[in-house]
């Protein structure tokens, strides 16, 4: 009976090994023997890219509609180890600790690599992008490195996701960790490991920096951030004693009080669940390497959190489908913990795109987000939300919009924005085919 049990596992999961439980519904999978330091997730490709520091490689794990790994993960060599990642339509940005480049890679159809990456330069001094973040609507490309100054660069971008124009860099204090941008209130948040840390910048409508930014001197060695807008809280992973924070915000964004916890040592990354009303946090250390906290309606800490044992230091997680822990370790770097929530966006009710007509829309978030819909659009009507502005949907919204009367298939842009996390999704309606399902990006 054990023997059967067991080759159906390694049939189903072929090269991604499974290996041991340390909770009902936790997952263990080793992915090319290296550490996993950095992940980016594509829901719409169904792809789940990961990189570290032991192999000079980025590895592509396709995902099943469950969002469970299946198949064998693809290797591409890359010139040298990822630290970072991020995602944006068809390009992936990816950070390293050995140089002062940037490296974006584009990305086919089905979400894999193509051709050689283009590299930009991210530092004055020092060396590795440490943090990327893209502003929900992709004007502007941030990046933290580990310089000791100017460990901050701003790009802009072209339409095609790449920066045009000069770096602009800028000082915070210590190594740039960790971004959380609020394009709501035009507010930046960076986690500095060293120094008298994090820091928050103004911005301007156009994404770029309004000028200098200050130290709110919360915490201690901060190497991550999550971010509810809504709520008003800054969750800060800290690399000491008080290893977690809790930051109250005002109105506007800014930094008012704070709140410090002390359980299971020094963390190093962050996740929020604001639908589970769930934040988890990842720890440096072996042992009990996962830490999941209860939060309230406020977005404040209640009770004691629950541990758990995953594969080695929890270095990244990344929430979609699932939970996904990548893994300071060779054997066991990548952990899933199971999640339930498949949000969409359904399009329907229109039959011929080329004059003008009334679609209907439906968007379901379990998660809370902000919205900004534009494209060939005449209007939105029968709905809270309005064309080109921003606008909070707590759940299942249904909204009409009506096209322009433009020849031939019409577009239409999504703007997603959620916690320390965005998407940016584009629906188009073809002339033969005006129902799409298009899945969202947790």
């Known amino acids: ?84 990642m991020a995602i944006y339509e068809n390009k992936l940005y990816v950070g390293n600790n050995q140089d002062a480049y940037l490296y974006i890679y584009s990305l086919d159809k089905d979400g894999l690599i193509i ?48 920066p045009v124009g000069e770096a602009h ?25 060293g120094g008298e840390n994090p820091f928050v910048c103004g911005l301007n409508n156009d994404g770029s920096l309004s000028g200098g930014g200050w130290s709110f001197g919360f915490g201690n060695l901060t190497y991550a951030l999550a971010l509810d807008i809504e709520r008003k809280r800054l969750y800060m992973a800290n690399n000491s004693e008080g290893d977690l924070s809790v930051v109250k915000l005002q109105e506007d964004g800014v930094p008012s009080t704070y709140t410090t916890y002390s359980y299971g040592g020094p963390s190093i990354s962050l996740s929020l669940d604001k639908r589970k009303n769930k934040l988890y946090v990842g720890k440096n250390q072996g042992g009990n390497n996962l830490y999941v906290y209860d939060i309230n309606k406020f ?15 929890t270095f990244s997680l990344c929430l979609g489908e699932n939970l996904y822990l990548g ?20 399009i ?3 039959t011929n795109t080329t004059n003008t007509q009334d679609i209907k ?14 494209g060939d659009l005449e209007a939105i009507y029968e709905s809270k939300i309005k064309l080109n502005e921003w606008v909070s949907v707590s759940s299942c919204k249904t909204m009409k919009v009506r096209l322009s009367p433009k020849n031939g298939n019409k577009r239409i842009i999504f703007y997603f924005f959620e916690s320390a996390g965005f998407g940016n999704y584009t629906g188009i309606l073809k002339k033969e085919d005006a129902s799409i399902l298009l899945d969202m990006l947790k």
């Open 115 to 162: 051709g050689t990456p283009t590299k930009v330069i991210i530092a004055t001094e020092g060396q590795g992008a440490y943090s990327i973040a893209l502003d929900p609507e992709r004007r502007k490309l941030y990046v933290g490195n580990m310089s000791g100054g100017n460990n901050l660069c701003v790009y802009s971008l072209d339409k095609n996701g790449f």
């Open 348 to 350: 329907n009710d229109g």
């Open 1 to 84: 009976m054990w023997n059967k049990r067991l080759k159906v596992i390694v049939y189903c999961l072929l090269s991604v090994v499974c290996c041991l439980l340390s909770a009902s519904d936790v997952s263990h999978y080793t992915v090319g023997g290296g550490y996993t330091l950095s992940q980016a997730l594509n829901l719409e490709k169904r792809k789940l890219y990961l990189g570290g520091t032991s192999q000079q490689a980025i590895y592509i794990v396709s995902l099943d509609e469950s969002g469970m790994p299946t198949g064998e993960p693809i290797a591409y060599p890359t010139e040298a180890n990822c630290l970072s």
């Open 299 to 313: 977005g404040d800490i209640k009770g004691t959190p629950t541990a758990f044992q995953l594969g080695g230091p």
């Open 327 to 346: 893994n300071y370790s060779g054997a066991n770097n990548l952990s899933i913990l199971k999640e339930d929530k498949i949000p969409c966006i359904l």
């Open 169 to 193: 860099f800028f000082t915070a204090s210590g190594y740039t960790t960790s971004i959380a941008l609020d394009p709501i209130h035009n507010k930046l948040y960076l986690a500095g490991y």
């Open 361 to 374: 829309i439906s968007i379901s978030a379990p998660n809370p987000h902000w919205i900004k819909v534009s």
